[in-house]
Every structure is written in C-alpha cells, then in structure tokens.
C-alpha cells in the first residue's frame, strides 16, 4: 500500500497537463461512524499560491504526475471544516497515543488504503523504515526487492490511534472513547512520557472521574504540577471525586492561599472531609486516613447488613471490612465481606463480629500503622480517636507507600519534563 510520504512532493497537473504545483499535503475527514479517516482533498502549492482541491477533482490520486479532472481555472476549491486533518502538517512527526500498546509513539510515515474507489487513512507506521523511506525515497523498495520480504517496520492501525497536536487546538482529536477507556495506571504512564502543552490538552479532553482516577496513579507533588495551569472551578471538581485522602494529599502540595480557594468552591461536605484530614500531620495515621468507610450498628442481622451495604456502599471508595459501631461512632467489632456473606442471613451480626480489634491511633507514625498492617496481614486498618471511636481507615498500600517506595516516585520526576 502506498505512503503519504511518498506522494508530498508529486507534481499536479489539470486536464490539459497544465503544472498546477506540487502536492504539500492531503486532508482526511474524520467522521464518528468510521473507524477510519477518508481522504477528501489535496493541498497544491504553486510558488506563493496554495490550492485546496476536493479529491472528486483528481483523476488518479497515486500516480507518479497527479492529473485533475478539470482545468485550473475550473477548480472549485474545497472548505475545510473541523473535522478534516492535514495528515502532513498535523500528524506526520508528531507525537501520538497508541491506545492498544498503551505508549506514546512518534509518526514516520501514515499508509493509505483504497476500498471501494475511496481512500483511507490505514496504518500509522511508528518503525524505523517509515523514517528510512521517508530519508532515503526507494531505499525500502531495494531492501524488499534484495530480501525478498518486506521489511521490518512497526505499523498500528489508526482504529489505536490518539492524536497529540502540542500547541495547536484539541479540534483533530480522535475519539476520546479509546483514552477514557484505558486503565487510570496506564493514562497516568501516558502522560508521564507528554510535555506540559500535551499532557495539559489530554488531561483537558477527560471528564472530571477519570482526571481524578488518574491522578491517583501518580505522586501529589505531580499531580500538582500537573494541575498547575487548570482553572479553579475544575481543580474543586476533580478534588470532590477522588477519596479524601487524596484530596488531602494534593492540597498539600498547593500554597496556602490556592488550597483555601479551593477547598472553598469544593460542596461543604467533601470540604470538611479533606479539612479534617489537614488538620494532621502528613505522615500520621490521621493524615493518611480515608474518611470513606462501611460502618453498621450492631443490632442488624446479617442479611440486613448487606442490603444496607448495597444501598450506601456507593459512599466508601473501598470496603474490605464491615466496622461495627455503637450510636457514639465507638469502634465495637469488624467483620471482613467474606464472614458476611457466608453468614446465616439472620443471625446478628454481634453474635459473630469479631471483638478484638487491632486498630490504630490518630497520632500513631506511618510505620506504626505499617506494621500492624504487615503483622496482622490486613487489607485495611481502622483509626480510633481517644474514645476508640473510628475516623476512618489506613489502607494497606497507603500504609506500606513510604516503605516500600513504588516505581512511580522512581521515574516520575525523570520523565516529566
């Protein structure tokens, strides 16, 4: 199949074989019912003059000397409407979203395909012979010719491909169905490897959930800078969605002044959540603390227990444990999902929570709560205050973060850049 690289450059001529400039560039039409952009129309340059001419004008599109239909004077120019992209300008070398290898890749060369007397936009070639054919014309065609197989390159199919346009507008993006699909780690990996403008310009295509869930990937000290340029109003919204905890983590990293706006345009309820959380010391167990968590009277049975579950559990980010809690909030017994649902649906909760709780202080260090993490084997702690009454829960990997370091605070101020 024929490259788009080896057409720029080609002569056009009218119906009379009239030069009417060279080929600068081909615009294809994006449209939402096909998986595949078509070519409508070619960009011909003739000295200072460029011409825009739909491709129902072009007698025979690969061909050594493009010839058009009608004379040059004859030509009626094609508009240009936002869902066209000039693949030369705004695509070829430029940086792209491989939605299924999940990386960001550079663009040598885009292969076009005929189906049906149209052409598309087939394959974007990522490989080192889309850049050789591009730098050597011919020298690909003599390695296939000597070798007698193709030569190695490295294509995917547009179907996998997100479109980056850096400083110019968010208008060429393809479908942000494929983006918002990915796993929040894997867009968090995504936009570690973009600059400012381009991780700036994806985070703005996603909706508040997924900014949140993403960003919840990476280090608070990147998620701020991150959210530097954002406006306000978003910031507020991306805070309410994601857990507490979070929340609190990424304020903290703002000055004083930007955290108070914030927490200001965030709804009242989230706010108190995240300000009680600041009230502590970073590495506490009342810093680390999830606000979100399953908790029950004793009186209910097992099987009012989880229809109670199914109704609210919507408002705990995670839930490893049922908590058992008197009228006070005092912490009295804990059950984990499993014992629940294996439970007699009417026996009594009381009668088979468990009663010696490991649980930890408000003030307790990062590595106390660690530890009882590791030594009892735990998914989840909870936090008591004085009164032994919960104020939340430590979950194992915010509990073992500082201890056991992950990948992401390894690399991420190396790759961002």
């Given at each position: 199949?024929?490259?788009?690289?080896?057409?720029?450059?080609?002569?056009?001529?009218?119906?009379?074989?009239?030069?009417?400039?060279?080929?600068?560039?081909?615009?294809?039409?994006?449209?939402?019912?096909?998986?595949?952009?078509?070519?409508?129309?070619?960009?011909?340059?003739?000295?200072?003059?460029?011409t825009i001419i739909p491709?129902?004008?072009?007698?025979?599109?690969?061909?050594?000397?493009?010839?058009?239909?009608?004379?040059?004077?004859?030509?009626?120019?094609?508009?240009?409407?936002?869902?066209?992209?000039?693949?030369?300008?705004?695509?070829?070398?430029?940086?792209?979203?491989?939605?299924?290898?999940?990386?960001?890749?550079?663009?040598?060369?885009?292969?076009?395909?005929?189906?049906?007397?149209?052409?598309?936009?087939?394959?974007?070639?990522?490989?080192?012979?889309?850049?050789?054919?591009?730098?050597?014309?011919?020298?690909?065609?003599?390695?296939?010719?000597?070798?007698?197989?193709?030569?190695?390159?490295?294509?995917?199919?547009?179907?996998?491909?997100?479109?980056?346009?850096?400083?110019?507008?968010?208008?060429?993006?393809?479908?942000?169905?494929?983006?918002?699909?990915?796993?929040?780690?894997?867009?968090?990996?995504?936009?570690?490897?973009?600059?400012?403008?381009?991780?700036?310009?994806?985070?703005?295509?996603?909706?508040?959930?997924?900014?949140?869930?993403?960003?919840?990937?990476?280090?608070?000290?990147?998620?701020?800078?991150?959210?530097?340029?954002?406006?306000?109003?978003?910031?507020?919204?991306?805070?309410?969605?994601?857990?507490?905890?979070?929340?609190?983590?990424?304020?903290?990293?703002?000055?004083?002044?930007?955290?108070?706006?914030?927490?200001?345009?965030?709804?009242?309820?989230?706010?108190?959540?995240?300000?009680?959380?600041?009230?502590?010391?970073?590495?506490?167990?009342?810093?680390?603390?999830?606000?979100?968590?399953?908790?029950?009277?004793?009186?209910?049975?097992?099987?009012?227990?989880?229809?109670?579950?199914r109704r609210t559990a919507?408002?705990?980010?995670?839930?490893?444990?049922?908590?058992?809690?008197?009228?006070?909030?005092?912490?009295?017994?804990?059950?984990?999902?499993?014992?629940?649902?294996?439970?007699?649906?009417?026996t009594p909760i009381r009668?088979?929570?468990?009663?010696?709780?490991?649980?930890?202080?408000?003030?307790?260090?990062?590595?106390?709560?660690?530890?009882?993490?590791?030594?009892?084997?735990?998914?989840?702690?909870?936090?008591?205050?004085?009164?032994?009454?919960?104020?939340?829960?430590?979950?194992?990997?915010?509990?073992?973060?500082?201890?056991?370091?992950?990948?992401?605070?390894?690399?991420?101020?190396?790759?961002?850049?």
């Amino acid at each position: 199949m024929p490259y788009i690289s080896v057409l720029i450059g080609r002569p056009v001529v009218d119906v009379d074989c009239v030069p009417a400039g060279n080929l600068e560039d081909i615009i294809a039409a994006h449209r939402s019912d096909m998986a595949h952009p078509q070519i409508v129309a070619i960009v011909v340059h003739a000295g200072k003059q460029q011409t825009i001419i739909p491709l129902d004008q072009v007698a025979v599109l690969l061909a050594p000397s493009i010839p058009l239909t009608r004379r040059r004077a004859e030509i009626t120019p094609y508009t240009v409407s936002d869902q066209d992209i000039f693949l030369a300008r705004d695509v070829l070398d430029k940086q792209i979203i491989d939605t299924d290898g999940v990386r960001v890749v550079r663009v040598n060369d885009l292969e076009i395909a005929r189906v049906n007397n149209h052409f598309y936009v087939a394959n974007v070639d990522i490989g080192r012979l889309g850049l050789l054919r591009r730098l050597w014309p011919g020298l690909a065609d003599w390695m296939e010719r000597r070798s007698g197989k193709p030569a190695p390159g490295g294509t995917i199919s547009w179907e996998n491909v997100e479109l980056l346009q850096g400083d110019q507008p968010m208008r060429l993006k393809v479908s942000g169905d494929k983006i918002s699909e990915l796993h929040p780690a894997d867009l968090a990996e995504i936009i570690s490897d973009l600059t400012r403008p381009e991780s700036d310009k994806l985070l703005g295509t996603l909706d508040v959930s997924t900014v949140a869930d993403t960003l919840e990937e990476v280090e608070p000290d990147f998620q701020a800078r991150l959210l530097e340029t954002m406006p306000d109003e978003k910031v507020a919204d991306v805070l309410e969605e994601m857990a507490p905890d979070e929340a609190a983590d990424l304020l903290a990293e703002f000055s004083q002044d930007r955290s108070k706006e914030l927490l200001n345009l965030m709804q009242r309820e989230d706010a108190e959540d995240v300000r009680k959380l600041l009230a502590f010391p970073v590495e506490s167990a009342g810093g680390l603390m999830n606000t979100e968590f399953f908790a029950v009277p004793p009186t209910l049975s097992a099987s009012e227990t989880v229809e109670t579950l199914r109704r609210t559990a919507g408002e705990a980010e995670t839930i490893y444990y049922v908590y058992v809690t008197e009228p006070t909030g005092k912490l009295v017994g804990v059950i984990s999902l499993r014992e629940l649902v294996m439970a007699d649906p009417a026996t009594p909760i009381r009668d088979f929570m468990h009663k010696r709780l490991v649980a930890v202080k408000l003030d307790d260090s990062q590595e106390d709560v660690a530890q009882a993490v590791s030594k009892y084997n735990l998914l989840a702690v909870p936090v008591v205050d004085n009164e032994g009454r919960i104020q939340g829960i430590v979950t194992a990997d915010d509990a073992l973060d500082k201890i056991i370091p992950t990948a992401w605070k390894k690399k991420l101020p190396h790759m961002y850049h």
